[in-house]
């Protein structure tokens, strides 16, 4: 059974303070492992897709990196309007399915 | 683009009653799913759709649950009866390709008293 593990389960930090978030993963054959965004009250967005060991993505702040059997999501200078809870969600080769961990939620302080 | 659009976004019933959720998918995508949302279990896959046909139903959790999608513009989940332990929010999604992205609504909150 695939299985995802997102650490911290929160962090807090300040403005400009730079850090990772981390998503630990066993799943068979990997087919992409897929970052989201999650505001308060909204549903996930789609951040990122990583595909193979060594692969980086990069959008603003944000980087996510991956090897076989993590990805990081590095977030650098971050902003108040960084702060969301961030998932991660493998895909399994022997299915389709994205098996999503529980999230981390960052907070932001000015 | 209006984005997935869901409704109600918020429902409060009692249990035993019957509960119907809804879901417009972007135009152009294929593909259709359902999750549902705890703060215990995170995001799980209930069902999910292929050009309007059920592909996969495995995470439907009882017969309680049904899914339909009678067009590719519109698609219902259905609770009947209700119990408390089904209050979650419920998201609706849909993609162009079964391995792209997915896009989400924003969500239907259930509580069941």
């Known amino acids: 059974e695939d299985q995802v593990t997102q650490s911290p389960e929160a962090l807090r930090l300040q403005e400009g303070e730079s850090s990772s978030l981390n998503c630990s993963y066993t799943v068979s054959g990997l087919r992409g492992l897929f970052w989201y965004r999650q505001d308060p009250g909204k549903g996930p967005e789609f951040l990122f897709t990583?595909?193979?060991a060594g692969e980086e993505k990069e959008k603003e702040r944000l980087k996510a990196t991956l090897t076989k059997k993590e990805s990081f999501l590095h977030i650098t200078a971050p902003k108040p309007e960084d702060s969301a809870t961030y998932l991660c969600a493998p895909r399994g080769g022997s299915n389709y399915k994205l098996t999503f961990g529980k999230g981390t939620l960052l907070t932001v302080n000015p | 683009d209006a984005g997935v659009i869901q409704s109600p976004r918020h429902e409060v019933t009692e249990m035993g009653q019957e509960v119907t959720l809804r879901c417009k998918p972007i135009?152009?995508?294929?593909?259709l799913f359902w999750y549902r949302q705890t703060m215990m279990r995170g995001l799980e896959l209930l069902i999910y759709?292929?050009?309007?046909?059920?592909?996969?139903d495995s995470g439907m959790p009882e017969d309680r649950f049904s899914a339909k999608m009678p067009n590719a513009s519109f698609s219902t989940l259905k609770i009947q009866p209700s119990e408390p332990r089904d209050s979650a929010v419920y998201f609706c999604?849909?993609?162009?390709?079964?391995?792209?992205?997915?896009?989400f609504g924003e969500g239907s909150r259930l509580t069941v008293l």
């Open positions: 759709f292929n050009n309007n046909v059920p592909i996969d």
């Open positions: 135009s152009g995508h294929d593909y």
């Open positions: 990583l595909y193979s």
């Open positions: 999604a849909s993609s162009f390709v079964l391995t792209g992205e997915l896009f």
